[in-house]
C-alpha cells in the first residue's frame, strides 16, 4: 500500500479528531496583523521565490496556489542532509527534510510578508512542535527556509511582532533556517488538494485553510 493511502487510511480512522485539529487553528487574541518590517512592492514584474513548511505540504501548496501574485507553488524537501530525497525516506524522519513548499511570487503584487501574513494566519499553526494536526514527525516541522538577508530579517521580526503582541496563546514555534537546498517532490504530490479534492484528508484538513483564505484575506484570494 502507498505512502498517500496509509495517510489516507489515517485520516478516515481519526476524521474527528483530525478535523478539531485542523479547522481551529491556534486560539489568537487578536488578528493577524501585518508584519510591521516588511519589503517594498516591485516597480515592475518579476519572480522572487518564498519555502516554507508547515506540516503537510499538500494544504500549504494549496493555500498559496489561491493567494493573488503568486505565480507557482511547488510541493518538496528542505531542510535534511540527503540528497535527492524521496517521499518514503523523508517519511521515515530520519533524512532531516520538512515538507515544504516552494512559492515562486510576483514582487511587484505581493510581498514577502503578506506572504508570512498568509502562513501564519490559515496555512498552520505556528505554535505546535513537529506536528500539525493528525500529522506527526519531524517532516511536519514548522519553518520558513529564508534565501537572502532580508527575508531572514522581514522574518525574524515578524514572529517577534506577532510574539510581542500576544497573538496566539503559545510562542511561535516556527523555525527560521537558511535554505541549503529545495527538492520537489514527487509528481503524484504535485496539485494534490486540486486533483483530490474529494479525498477525506483533503477535506478535513487542506479545503478548511482554502476556505479560510478566502474569508480572512478575500482581496488576496484568487481562484
Known amino acids: 500500500m502507498s505512502k498517500v493511502s496509509l495517510r489516507t487510511m489515517a485520516m478516515v480512522l481519526t476524521v474527528l479528531a483530525g478535523t478539531m485539529a485542523c479547522q481551529a487553528r491556534s486560539a489568537t487574541a487578536a488578528a493577524v496583523p501585518a508584519p510591521a518590517v516588511d519589503e517594498t512592492k516591485a516597480a515592475a514584474s518579476g519572480k522572487q521565490t518564498a519555502v516554507v513548511a508547515g506540516g503537510c505540504f499538500w494544504g500549504i501548496q494549496a493555500v498559496f496556489q489561491h493567494v493573488k501574485g503568486v505565480r507557482n507553488a511547488t510541493s518538496g524537501y528542505s531542510g535534511g542532509t540527503v540528497k535527492n530525497p524521496d517521499y518514503e525516506q523523508v517519511s521515515s524522519g530520519r533524512t532531516g527534510h520538512a515538507e515544504s513548499v516552494e512559492v515562486v511570487y510576483d514582487p511587484s503584487k505581493v510581498t514577502y510578508g ?3 501574513r498568509v502562513f501564519f494566519s490559515v496555512a498552520l499553526d ?32 515578524y514572529i517577534a511582532q506577532l510574539n510581542q503582541a500576544g497573538i496566539f496563546s503559545a510562542p511561535i514555534a516556527t523555525q527560521v533556517v537558511p535554505l541549503e537546498k529545495f527538492y520537489p517532490a514527487e509528481q503524484y504530490h504535485q496539485n494534490y488538494a486540486m486533483l483530490h ?18 474569508k480572512e484575506f478575500p482581496e488576496m484570494y484568487s481562484k
Open 114 to 116: 503578506e506572504l508570512l
Open 197 to 214: 479534492p474529494d479525498n477525506p484528508y483533503i477535506v478535513y484538513n487542506d479545503a478548511p485553510k482554502v476556505a479560510n483564505l478566502k
Open 126 to 157: 505556528p505554535t505546535e512542535v513537529n506536528r500539525q494536526g493528525p500529522d506527526e514527525g519531524t517532516q511536519y516541522r514548522s519553518v520558513i527556509f529564508y534565501a537572502n538577508a532580508d527575508q531572514k530579517r522581514i522574518a525574524e521580526a
